[in-house]
């Protein structure tokens, strides 16, 4: 079956600018996950979705980044006033979860590859 | 809270040889999961092993299984029979079950290389 898709796989802004990242999460995954990665470094945690609701927000860099996600399905990052130091490439992952087990594995997508010029 | 450490940076392994890779981790929940993600050049990530808190058997997928020592707090994975396609960033990651919610954390990475 088709796995995690997000879109644009590169996107190239201007610093001031704000930016919309999508993710499709596998068809009956009821978890989603953002996560960040810079050059050479690891995934740092931004939110998570458990259906449409986000119990954790804290792992958002400033308030400039917020997510949603509708339907249970498909979540949009979006990125105001874009900085330099945005500049990475953002993962997007999804999980069946079911509660009080912590064993599903997620299943990522390619990634979009954002540079703040 | 969460913490998840690699401390090693890089790694050399000759084809054919085993290698192991360093994980700890540290956790106030007795519920938790603990992955370990495989990252090539390409930037995709592709799961390796998962281990749960209260598994009493160390994970084994193919190649791999995970050295799980819960009292040192240490999930260590291990690649027998090294393959020039192994060459790749690992990730440990660790995910509690409980009160933590679904927050997914990892560690720095270790680039494996793989030599011929």
């Known amino acids: 079956g088709a796995g995690v898709s997000q879109s644009p796989s590169n996107k190239v802004t201007e610093k001031g600018k704000d930016v919309e990242l999508r993710c499709d999460p596998i068809?009956?995954?009821?978890?989603l996950y953002w996560y960040r990665q810079s050059l050479g470094q690891g995934l740092e945690f931004l939110i998570y979705?458990?259906?449409?609701?986000?119990?954790?927000k804290s792992g958002l860099p400033s308030d400039r980044f917020s997510a949603e996600r509708t339907g249970g399905s498909v979540s949009t990052l979006t990125i105001q006033r874009t900085q330099q130091e945005d500049s990475a490439v953002y993962l997007c992952?999804?999980?069946?979860?079911?509660?009080?087990?912590?064993?599903?594995?997620?299943?990522f997508g390619p990634g979009t590859r954002l540079t703040v010029t | 809270a969460q913490k998840i450490t690699q401390t090693q940076p890089g790694m050399f392994v000759q084809e054919k040889e085993a290698v192991t890779l360093d994980c700890t981790y540290d956790?106030?929940?007795?519920?938790?999961?603990l992955f370990w993600y495989k990252q090539p050049s390409s930037g995709e990530m592709i799961f390796l092993i998962y281990?749960?808190?209260?598994?009493?058997q160390n994970a084994t997928e193919g190649r791999y299984s995970l050295n799980f020592q819960k009292a040192r707090k240490s999930a260590n994975l291990v690649i027998s029979a090294s393959q020039l396609g192994d060459s790749a960033m690992y990730f440990c990651?660790?995910?509690?079950?409980?009160?933590?919610?679904?927050?997914?954390?990892f560690g720095a990475g270790t680039r494996l290389f793989v030599k011929a």
């Open positions: 068809s009956g995954h009821t978890a």
């Open positions: 281990q749960g808190s209260y598994d009493q």
């Open positions: 992952a999804s999980s069946l979860n079911l509660v009080g087990l912590a064993g599903y594995e997620q299943y």
């Open positions: 990651a660790m995910r509690e079950g409980g009160t933590g919610g679904f927050k997914t954390i």
């Open positions: 979705f458990q259906g449409n609701s986000a119990p954790d």
């Open positions: 956790t106030s929940d007795p519920s938790y999961g």
